[in-house]
């Protein structure tokens, strides 16, 4: 059973920088896909950063691009995303999700299988 964990949510001051970490577990995850998305109260969840299975490829949100950061540890069936520079309108829920099949430049909520359950950030201007 596929299961994916977020951590490092919280509460932060305008122009700083959190780190949020998924880890998964149930299966080996080195040829998936992996994504964080958001969901900002009374906002439909969106799409922020993904990243290969290798690793070598990202893609980012405009919103996010050049702010936040993706990276993976394959060996630890890890994920994680750096973010620097946070505005008030980075506050949301995030979200870390799967794609089995390894899809580059996954950016819809249907490409992603396997979500985790959210972790809160919130930051105050």
């Known amino acids: 059973q596929v299961q994916l964990r977020e951590s490092g949510g919280g509460l932060v001051q305008a122009g700083g920088s959190l780190s949020l970490s998924c880890a998964a577990s149930?299966?080996?995850?080195?040829?998936?896909?992996m994504g964080w998305f958001r969901q900002a109260a009374g906002k439909e969840r969106e799409f922020a950063a993904g990243?290969?299975?290798?690793?070598?490829?990202?893609w980012f949100a405009d919103a996010v691009k050049g702010r936040f950061t993706i990276s993976r540890d394959n060996a630890k069936n890890t994920v994680s995303l750096l973010m620097n520079s946070l505005k008030p309108e980075d506050t949301a829920v995030y979200y870390c999700?799967?794609?089995?099949?390894?899809?580059?430049?996954?950016?819809?909520?249907?490409?992603?299988?396997?979500w985790g359950q959210g972790t809160p950030v919130t930051v105050s201007s």
């Open positions: 999700a799967v794609n089995l099949r390894g899809v580059v430049n996954s950016r819809t909520e249907a490409a992603y299988d396997y």
């Open positions: 149930g299966r080996t995850f080195s040829s998936a896909t």
């Open positions: 990243i290969s299975p290798s690793g070598r490829t990202t």
